[in-house]
């Protein structure tokens, strides 16, 4: 008997503490991304206090390789990511069960026109068909520039086998074309004024500009498993990140400090370059040019439902 | 002209540093990579007294520790008990020899699915490269034990517990130690690599972020720190050594 009444006191009394804590604490996220300026978004709803406002209880945690992320969400390190639309794809296609939520950045006119594949000096490209032979420092094989500049140098009718492409990450891309270890590195701003600044070389393609695309370059996406189980934190999300994708937009010096605080760069540098575009919405068309590009790569090895990689 | 002679050893590398600061003021290198002495000590101070660099330096030491503690323990167990018995030791070999070649940090994929982020997965990969060396050693070492002094175990009927305890581990306790600091040397390489390479927390992924925000001299303020701690670590291990088995030490032979 004593046991019985034993049980039923402490039940009673863990449900009474479950109760009280409960809807008082907001709930806990926490949101990984790399360190550029694609997940402003999040790192402005944090600053502002956006997800606060609706409840949530977000930190946001700095991962040093794109790569990482899905691995990072699936171990519930992160809840929610920002991988690459090339990373998310990848990852989806090797059987990674992810799943999109909100859109964190676009291409537009602004980030296409800062990317750029920088020549060394000594080395002349005057069209894609230049770039045969030489040696090519991306930020990573099969990351968002590489694939982008293999499918502006398909369109103009040079093979990328012609090509050799090393890795080099953008800290030491300066470095390596300074000392010739490659001929170009496929970069962004504010790299490619620095780089520029310092003689290093010339602007050789801009080859994101010439495709001119709208998809997404980053976007949030979580695991399957926790967006079915907690559909009202991805609302919740998702609102303060449509709050937060206009003050990006608009608000440069808000933008700024945000990505400041969050990578650790300096102010000064971060004030230089546009951040990118942010548009929280995110339809499935806008992924169907990235798995045809990436088929055509032979990056994607199965067939991806398009309407099941992004959650309603 | 009179200059202590301890000051001497240090002539070099002080020449060495204010020449690499001239040449990097001199032809105004502009660098993500590197940064000019003053430019290291200065970020190093900044670091220190914002108190981000003494965090880090615990986040790392802490999982260090802890996986030298657990892999360590793994690693004596395994060791005296394969140094105790040939049967068991021949049956494991095997096993152990396909084990421990994989480098630990190949591990890494599956420990961040498995573990995620923070101090378990870094732990447990640091315990995997500790299990070795002090597996490896502490089997050497029980099984060099004067076979007098297993006798003499033998002899006074000891218990297996016992014997243990009382003969096995003192005899072979110096060589153990030095085992323990071999792995402690590891344990504080293989920490910061897996925090470089994915673990967002201590000096590794210090390292990383300063490279990622274009702080080259706060990147290579860390690196300066890492080898002050590693270099305080090894001065502290070989201390203790020192001190608490002296000479027996140094041969590696306590019998």
Redesign the interface.
């Known amino acids: 008997m004593g046991h019985l009444v034993m049980r039923a006191l402490v039940g009673s009394a863990l449900t009474a503490l479950a109760l009280a804590l409960s809807p008082a604490k907001a709930e806990k996220i926490q949101i990984g991304c790399t360190a550029t300026s694609d997940c402003a978004s999040a790192m402005i709803a944090v600053d502002e206090g956006l997800f606060k406002k609706h409840g949530l209880d977000a930190e946001m945690v700095l991962i040093g390789i794109n790569s990482n992320i899905p691995a990072a969400i699936l171990s519930n390190s992160i809840q929610i990511g920002g991988p690459t639309s090339t990373v998310f794809l990848q990852a989806a296609d090797g059987g990674l069960d992810l799943v999109a939520v909100a859109g964190a950045s676009i291409m537009n006119k602004t980030s296409n026109d800062a990317i750029a594949a920088f020549v060394r000096n000594g080395v002349t490209i005057t069209g894609p068909q230049d770039f045969r032979g030489k040696k090519v420092g991306a930020p990573g094989i099969g990351a968002f520039l590489h694939v982008l500049f293999v499918k502006w140098l398909v369109e103009k009718g040079v093979d990328p086998k012609s090509i050799n492409f090393v890795e080099v990450t953008f800290p030491t891309m300066a470095d390596t074309i300074k000392s010739g270890g490659v001929d170009a590195v496929l970069t962004a701003e504010p790299f490619v004024m620095r780089m520029t600044n310092a003689n290093l070389g010339t602007v050789g393609a801009r080859y994101a500009a010439e495709l001119a695309r709208t998809e997404p370059i980053i976007f949030y996406a979580a695991s399957r498993e926790w967006a079915e189980k907690n559909p009202e934190t991805v609302k919740k999300f998702r609102a303060a990140i449509a709050e937060a994708a206009p003050i990006v937009n608009n608000d440069r010096d808000k933008a700024s400090a945000a990505i400041a605080k969050f990578t650790k760069q300096p102010l000064d540098l971060v004030k230089l370059t546009t951040p990118n575009h942010a548009e929280p919405v995110l339809k499935p068309e806008q992924l169907a040019w990235w798995i045809d590009v990436m088929s055509t790569q032979k990056m994607l090895q199965g067939e991806l439902d398009l309407n099941k990689l992004i959650l309603d | 002209m009179s200059m202590p002679e301890r000051l001497k050893p240090l002539l070099l590398p002080l020449a060495a540093l204010l020449a690499f600061e001239a040449a990097m003021r001199l032809a105004a290198v ?5 940064a000019p002495p003053s430019a290291i000590a200065l970020a190093l101070a900044g670091a220190l007294t914002d108190g981000s660099l003494l965090i880090a330096t615990r986040d790392t030491l802490a999982s260090a520790f802890a996986g030298l503690a657990l892999g360590g323990a793994i690693g004596l167990a395994l060791g005296i008990a394969l140094g105790l018995s040939h049967i068991l030791n021949r049956l494991m070999e095997v096993t152990i020899e396909a084990i421990r070649p994989i480098p630990s940090v190949a591990l890494l ?1 599956i420990a ?7 101090y378990r997965m870094e732990i447990a990969i640091v315990a995997f490269a500790c299990v070795w060396p002090v597996l490896i050693m502490t089997r050497a070492a029980v099984g060099g034990i004067e076979p007098r002094l297993i006798e003499v175990a033998r002899v006074l009927r000891l218990t297996q517990l016992d014997r243990v305890r009382k003969i096995v581990i003192p005899a072979a306790l110096p060589r153990i130690f030095l085992a323990f600091r071999l792995a402690a040397g590891i344990a504080l390489i293989v920490a910061v690599t897996v925090e ?3 673990n ?1 927390l201590g000096l590794g ?1 210090g390292i ?9 001299d706060l990147m290579l303020a860390y690196l300066v720190w890492i080898g002050v701690t590693g270099f305080v670590l090894n001065a502290a291990l070989m201390a203790a050594q020192t001190t608490l088995f002296g000479r027996a030490a140094l041969t590696g032979d306590g019998a």
């Open positions: 502009q660098s993500d990579s590197l994929p961040l699915i498995a573990l995620g982020f923070g470089i390479a994915i967002p992924a990383m972020t300063a490279q990622q925000a274009l702080r080259p």
